[in-house]
């Protein structure tokens, strides 16, 4: 078994990464999850209850340093231990930006609890200035995943939890104003991981969820569909399996480029 880049050296529960370049600097920014993967606490407190995590790499990725969490995320109107999951950080608009799913409290159980997607601002990756939450599809939304396509547009990809788990998607010129533009893949229970640039497509990825366990999602499903039409169409879905991501990840887009249809496909988690 490979070691992790990273391990949190508090809490042992890194998880959700997103990576940035801090401008001006050599440094590579890593915000997390902080998961409490130890605590003994009943049902699912253990999932809730996370920080943020920071760590940052001086060489490009192959090392990792932990710096610590995040303050300042939680809703002034909830006092004591609350729950950050997720955070998605980008630059644009000549400052950086915070989409953090968050939930009040450490709930033990999953169902019953509003979870939202709360928009921060910062000049520097330390402290954030708080926008507030995004008014979305429902209030049971998580996992922020943002990008600008080539209609000049953001589009922020997630996980509506109050419509069956599915990924919808919102529409914005700014970050700062959300229009909601509808579901974004027509699977059911879908978890969305990352969004990927790359060239003229959008590839975005979705778990398999299987988080009501320890356990870590078992296979990871791939859309790519071309940057002018960044709402992938399922209707023209075309699962395969492989074990090569990057094998997927140039089919999808030959794929998608002959067809202008987007493409799922589906690869199975790499051996332990």
Wanted: charged share 20%; aromatic share 10%.
């Amino acid at each position: 078994m490979s070691a992790p880049i990273f391990a949190d050296p508090i809490l042992d529960g890194a998880a959700d990464p997103t990576v940035i370049h801090r401008r001006g600097t050599n440094e590579w920014w890593m915000f997390y999850t902080n998961r409490r993967a130890t605590f003994e606490g009943p049902g699912v407190q253990w999932v809730h209850g996370s920080p943020i995590g920071v760590a940052i790499s001086t060489d490009g990725g192959l090392s990792w340093h932990y710096k610590g969490t995040v303050a300042g995320l939680d809703d002034p109107a909830d006092p004591g231990l609350n729950t950050h999951w997720a955070p998605e950080v980008v630059w644009a608009e000549g400052e950086y930006h915070m989409f953090l799913s968050y939930i009040a409290g450490t709930p033990e159980q999953w169902a019953g609890h509003e979870r939202h997607i709360v928009h921060f601002v910062s000049d520097d990756l330390t402290q954030w200035r708080r926008i507030g939450p995004l008014r979305l599809s429902s209030n049971y939304v998580i996992d922020a995943a943002v990008d600008r396509c080539p209609d000049g547009l953001y589009r922020l990809w997630y996980k509506d939890e109050g419509d069956g788990s599915s990924t919808r998607v919102a529409t914005s010129p700014d970050l700062y104003t959300w229009t909601l533009a509808g579901v974004a893949v027509l699977f059911a229970s879908t978890e969305l991981d990352e969004i990927l640039d790359l060239s003229d497509h959008v590839v975005t990825m979705w778990s398999a969820p299987s988080m009501r366990s320890r356990a870590k999602p078992q296979s990871t499903w791939i859309v790519c569909a071309p940057a002018a039409f960044p709402i992938a169409m399922s209707a023209f879905a075309s699962p395969m399996t492989t074990h090569s991501l990057a094998s997927h990840l140039s089919r999808s887009i030959a794929w998608s480029a002959r067809s202008g249809a987007g493409l799922c496909c589906e690869t199975e988690s790499p051996p332990r």
